[in-house]
């Protein structure tokens, strides 16, 4: 590519064509250099001088890149934006969020919420013996809320009351009926008041993915007869007052926020019902289902979210306003548990391409005057090129390039013709795609013409480890080169990972209003690497990852933006070496090294090896077990 032709495409069209402006919440653009930026404090930070960082401190692809700070403000408008929406609204009580661990457990994620959320006694929600105690062990500020969801054996319960005595507001959200007895004797037994929450099942019917979270078949929350049971139990046992939450939680992701308003509008009527049998309700928690808008298309498309935060506060405050005015019933504490919101945006998963497979002809044969056939015939075929004999075009294309294969096994066609006869199907075969292209009607055989001829680009990482959610839900995250954005991406790619599973794959992309099938992506070049970012990775994906092929977690670094456009890198953790991701699966590596020297030892004894070349083998065995388990360039 020359001078002229680069300078003849802009970042600005780089915007527009990969969304960072549309999708990335503020937090990221492209810089007049063609490389992502990211941005808080009004400071900006090329991503490309991050992954250089990593690469001089020897943190080989591919890298999870956290950016604290992007963390930091989410927190931070989430809960100005609840406060803004309290004020304007004239809400007479305040917001308290919660941020659900199963999210994203990882001990700097969840310790980095703590810290940035303890201004505004942001607290944890936990489905788990392991959660409480993280949640008992990096929560600081007393009177931060502790949300347990979730069943609930005798020990969990204990560890419950045991964080109401350091202070904490501590709720047993009740799932099943079962839960109640334990609380109640484990509380009398402790001397210790409980908080009782209760989980309600709404039968609004959300949209979105996760909308068997509600609605009658939902497996969690008491249904209406449950509910009656219980208040008559705390009643029986003088314990109503210790009633004090009611919960609900409508699904995650909702992109309809009109989903949002009507199920709220039925949690209000359950609370009401619950303050007139006399419980003492004083939290109202609306569970997760703030989306992400991963296309940023702004719709009700399941991957998109058709609300803006501050609308989102906004009609949440205004429907409990408005029930609870109606009817007349202090207004509660409001509680969310947002997860996916809270930490999807400040993590990247950032890999470098190892090579591509391109469907294209190599070279096509000079018209010549004692040609095969076959080649006539096929340049008849481009004679005939056009709208009307699209079809026609690609049936005899194919008709020639199946007689060449058929020749050549019956030893009538040579390899030269053979080759000659592919390259120019090849190149039909393009020339056809990039006629549908602009057809209204593009006949149904010819309709996936232009995905087949994409090209396949590999790429460093595990789809099944660094990204389930594509593989096991079709979740779609933006996909962006990040860096040579001031160039125009001219081949038209799908991403395969470097699992040898054909599902490692991705095909399906954010396009600037639909998906698309392919992704557009630069010409790699010689002895340059090319490096792609995943956005919006920071929920479930770490949580989810599973060990395909033995991948395993990758390099992760935490970086923070500093005002003057200066970056820390302020944690970095190496990924899993081969011993490690081995012993997950009961390797012991130890005795697999003995193992190992045994067959050497042999192999010598029986002199197939010298017993120099013995200690070279062992030696590289040893390194490998204390490497990388993703694809390492030699330097
Ligand atoms: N709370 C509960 C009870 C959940 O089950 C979930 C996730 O499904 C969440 C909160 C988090 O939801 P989100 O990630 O949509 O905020």
New binding site residues.
């Given amino acids: 590519m020359n001078a002229i032709e680069q300078a003849e495409w802009t970042i600005e069209q780089s915007n527009e064509l990969y969304g960072f402006e549309r999708w990335g919440n503020d937090y990221f653009s492209v810089s007049k250099n063609g490389n992502v930026t990211a941005r808080t404090l009004n400071a900006e930070v090329e991503l490309m001088d991050i992954v250089n960082g990593m690469l001089e401190r020897d943190l080989q692809m591919p890298v999870l890149l956290r950016i604290e700070n992007i963390l930091d403000a989410q927190i931070h408008r989430l809960n100005t934006a609840f406060r803004a929406a309290i004020e304007n609204l004239g809400y007479k009580n305040e917001y308290r969020g919660v941020y ?1 661990i199963k ?1 994203n457990q990882q001990a700097q994620v969840v310790e980095e919420i703590a810290t940035f959320g303890k201004r505004f006694k942001h607290g944890f ?1 936990v489905g788990s013996k392991p959660e409480i105690i993280i949640a008992l062990s990096t929560l600081e500020e007393p009177g931060s809320m502790i949300i347990c ?1 979730g069943y609930k054996d005798q020990e969990f319960i204990e560890l419950g009351l045991s964080a109401i005595k350091l202070g904490f507001i501590c709720v047993f959200v009740v799932e099943t009926p079962t839960e109640i007895p334990i609380i109640l004797e484990r509380s009398r037994a402790m001397n210790i008041e409980p908080i009782i929450g209760v989980r309600i099942k709404t039968t609004v019917n959300v949209s979105g993915h ?1 909308n068997s ?1 509600s609605g009658d078949r939902s497996v969690f929350g008491l249904t209406a007869t449950q509910l009656v049971d219980l208040v008559d139990l705390l009643k029986a046992e003088g314990m109503l007052h210790c009633l004090q939450l009611l919960h609900c ?1 409508l699904g ?2 909702i992109p309809n926020i009109q989903d949002i308003r009507s199920g709220i509008t039925e949690v209000c009527r359950f609370y009401a019902d619950l303050v007139k049998e006399g419980a003492n309700l004083k939290y109202i928690d609306l ?4 989306a992400v808008d991963y296309t940023g298309w702004g719709s009700n498309y399941a991957q998109s979210r058709n609300y803006s935060l501050s609308e989102y506060c906004e009609d949440i405050v205004d429907t409990l306003k408005t029930n609870f005015d109606d009817y007349g019933i202090p207004h509660p504490v409001i509680v969310t ?5 809270t930490i999807a945006y400040s993590s990247i998963l950032i890999f470098n391409v190892l090579d591509t497979t391109i469907f294209e002809p190599t070279r096509l044969p000079e018209p010549h005057e004692d040609e095969d056939p076959l080649l006539t015939r096929m340049r008849d075929v481009y004679g005939n090129l056009s709208e009307s004999r699209v079809q026609e075009c690609y049936n005899d294309a194919h008709f020639y390039r199946n007689e060449a294969r058929e020749l050549f096994k019956r030893g009538q066609l040579d390899l030269r013709t053979r080759s000659a006869v592919e390259n120019m199907f090849l190149d039909l075969l393009h020339k056809i795609a990039d006629i549908t292209e602009n057809m209204q009607r593009v006949p149904s055989d010819l309709e996936g013409l232009k995905l087949s001829l994409a090209d396949i680009y590999y790429g460093n990482f595990s789809l099944f480890q660094s990204l389930p959610d594509t593989w096991a839900i079709d979740q779609l995250f933006p996909i962006a080169p990040i860096h040579r954005l001031n160039e125009e991406p001219k081949r038209s790619a799908v991403l395969a990972d470097i699992t040898c599973d054909c599902d490692g794959k991705i095909d399906r992309f954010v396009g600037t209003e639909d998906v698309v099938k392919v992704l557009p992506l630069h010409e790699l070049r010689e002895g340059e690497e090319y490096y792609l970012g995943v956005f919006l990775v920071g ?1 479930y994906q770490e949580t989810l990852g599973d060990l395909h092929n033995l991948f395993g977690d990758t390099n992760v670094v935490s970086v923070r933006i500093n005002r003057d456009g200066t970056f820390d890198f302020v944690k970095e953790m190496h990924g899993d070496t081969i011993s490690d991701v081995l012993s997950y699966v009961e390797f012991h590596p130890k005795e697999m090294q003995l193992r190992h020297r045994n067959t050497a030892e042999r192999a010598v004894r029986e002199g197939r090896i010298t017993a120099r070349e013995r200690q070279q083998i062992i030696k590289l065995f040893n390194e490998s077990l204390n490497g990388y388990t993703y694809y390492e360039k030699e330097d």
């Avoid at 569970?287 to 703030?290: D, E, I, P, S, T």
């Avoid at 548990?337 to 919101?341: K, L, M, Q, Y």
């Fill in positions: 659900p999210v929600e969801n996760w979270t939680h995650s992701q569970g997760g289902g703030l548990e947002s997860g996916r919101a929920a």
